[in-house]
């Protein structure tokens, strides 16, 4: 099993999606031991405020590049976060990406959301049930093959 203690930026830049692939290969069920171990593996890398556009898929980077190059944002956060459950061989029919806003606070993240129950990288330190957010979905993206989808684009 990968370390479960590897922080992505301390590893040399051509070493980290093996340390990346190591621990996708350690996930197995689809459960709350996995959504903590991905909140464990991804929650302690440090975070810069922007790398990825959240408003522009287009631009959005590989899971490779943002591994690669260490920037990790809310966005680019998520892009990893889907991409660990996908290529740990779950359907991608029941995951998705979010752009959402808190009307509290105006605040806007990306999220990864499973079976529309579960969300991952709403907060950096747990996983959380979707109907206990007080969310405003602004937009939700899907992977198709080699591209991301965004509903706007379907509407």
């Known amino acids: 099993m990968a370390d479960e203690h590897i922080i992505l930026t301390s590893v040399r830049p051509e070493n980290?999606?093996?340390?990346?692939?190591?621990?996708?290969?350690?996930?197995?069920?689809?459960?709350?031991?996995a959504y903590d171990q991905i909140i464990s593996f991804w929650g302690r890398h440090p975070q810069v405020d922007f790398y990825v556009d959240f408003d522009d898929i287009s631009s959005w980077p590989t899971p490779w590049e943002i591994i690669t190059n260490g920037q990790f944002c809310p966005t680019g956060m998520a892009i990893c976060i889907f991409f660990t459950l996908l290529y740990s061989r779950w359907d991608r029919d029941r995951l998705d990406i979010r752009v959402v806003k808190s009307p509290s606070d105006e605040k806007i993240t990306t999220i990864v959301v499973i079976d529309d129950k579960i969300v991952l990288n709403y907060h950096c330190d747990r996983w959380v049930k979707l109907d206990d957010l007080d969310i405003i979905a602004m937009d939700l993206i899907v992977w198709n093959d080699d591209h991301y989808v965004s509903s706007r684009q379907i509407n």
Do not use: G, V
């Open 16 to 33: 980290r999606t093996l340390a990346w692939r190591e621990f996708r290969e350690s996930l197995s069920n689809i459960d709350e031991i």
